[in-house]
């Protein structure tokens, strides 16, 4: 277990400033990514309020030695039963309108609070709350950083075991395994290994198929240390250069490379993403890039900004985000290039280490 705290102050400064910007008295938060990022706490359940005045950390009898252990800063409030100690902090007396995260409250929850609290008024939260972790810390950045480079140490390590006649899923139990080696906490996600004509499945699962001379491999992966994740997504031809390959690896690469030139602080996430695009139209493969181009990465794998069509962010330094354009040809193969990137005020930094060039391993 690694102890983050203390929490830098700054955090519930941003938090109280929501309360200002919405007229609302305090925040519920029971998403346990965010009570981390708000207390220093690791536990797996819990919640957490926080008004103008207070600062109150919600746990169970498991956790509450860790509690006060790990934290700094708000009180902690042992409970019997969640909802019911939810209920009594709630209830003070104090309070008209509480916010809460609209994704981490599930409906049963929601109606089970709402007929305790009486009058009180839940109003839900998303955007605003999602934006809370999107710039990171020096510490955080460290955290990110070091993950990335675990995850480039292990594929390295497990690269010549990518040739024919292994099986997908005996490379994602290896990297697993020489990722945990390396020092990771866990993995980021289930990894992906996917070959041949499963590399055309964006979130395929590795199985029992024997990787074969001629095919694409896909090995989207990632390692957590301290509680932060990395992403990163490489893309290999087995045994032969194939020239459709190659040259849908080159545009690719190229819209890859494109957007990452873009990217500095004040520019819009959907630019990003039109930039990447646009890209892949020109080479008249755009109806096969059938996701976003990029998402955050901090304490979840996937977290604000969206780097997509429909997104509202705006970057700003600090911000740790990937890149992955793709093409997914179905029923034959796909490509996809991801790298994990650190925003700047001018640019950006890539933090994932493997080198994106096209690469036919024999």
Not at 211 to 234: F, K, L, Q, R
Request: charged letters at 25%.
């Amino acid at each position: 277990m690694h102890h983050d705290s203390p929490v830098p102050p700054l955090r519930m400064a941003r938090v109280r400033a929501i309360l200002h910007e919405l007229d609302i008295d305090a925040l519920l938060f029971l998403d346990m990514k965010n009570v981390r990022y708000l207390t220093g706490f690791t536990g797996s359940d819990g919640a957490l309020v926080i008004g103008e005045k207070q600062e109150i950390l919600l746990v169970d009898g498991r956790y509450t030695n860790q509690a006060r252990k790990e934290v700094e800063g708000p009180r902690v409030f042992e409970y019997k039963e969640k909802i019911d100690g939810i209920v009594a902090i709630l209830s003070d007396g104090s309070l008209r309108s509480v916010g809460f995260e609209s994704q981490a409250m599930n409906v049963n929850t929601h109606l089970k609070l709402t007929e305790k609290l009486g009058a009180l008024k839940l109003n839900p939260m998303s955007d605003q709350i999602g934006a809370l972790r999107a710039v990171k810390d020096e510490k955080e950045i460290a955290y990110i950083r070091r993950a990335a480079e675990i995850s480039c140490e292990a594929l390295t390590a497990v690269r010549d075991l990518i040739k024919p006649g292994v099986r997908e899923t005996d490379i994602a139990i290896e990297l697993d395994f020489r990722m945990r080696r390396c020092g990771a906490e866990q993995v980021s996600f289930p990894t992906i290994v996917a070959s041949g004509a499963n590399s055309a499945q964006p979130h395929a699962q590795p199985g029992s198929r024997a990787i074969e001379n001629g095919d694409i491999v896909i090995i989207d992966y990632g390692a957590v240390y301290c509680g932060y994740h990395s992403d990163e997504t490489c893309t290999f031809a087995v045994g032969v250069k194939d020239k459709k390959q190659e040259e849908a690896y080159s545009l690719v690469k190229t819209a890859h490379d494109r957007a990452l030139e873009a990217v500095k602080a004040g520019i819009p996430c959907v630019e990003i993403d039109r930039i990447a695009r646009d890209c892949i139209e020109t080479g008249k493969l755009g109806k096969y890039f059938t996701h976003g181009t990029g998402h955050g990465v901090g304490l979840d794998v996937h977290e604000a900004p969206r780097i997509a069509s429909n997104s509202e962010m705006v970057l700003e330094a600090g911000m740790v985000l990937t890149v992955e354009p793709a093409v997914y040809i179905p029923d034959l193969w796909g490509v996809r290039i991801e790298d994990m990137i650190l925003v700047k005020e001018d640019g950006c930094e890539v933090l994932t280490k493997v080198s994106k060039d096209f690469t036919v391993l024999h």
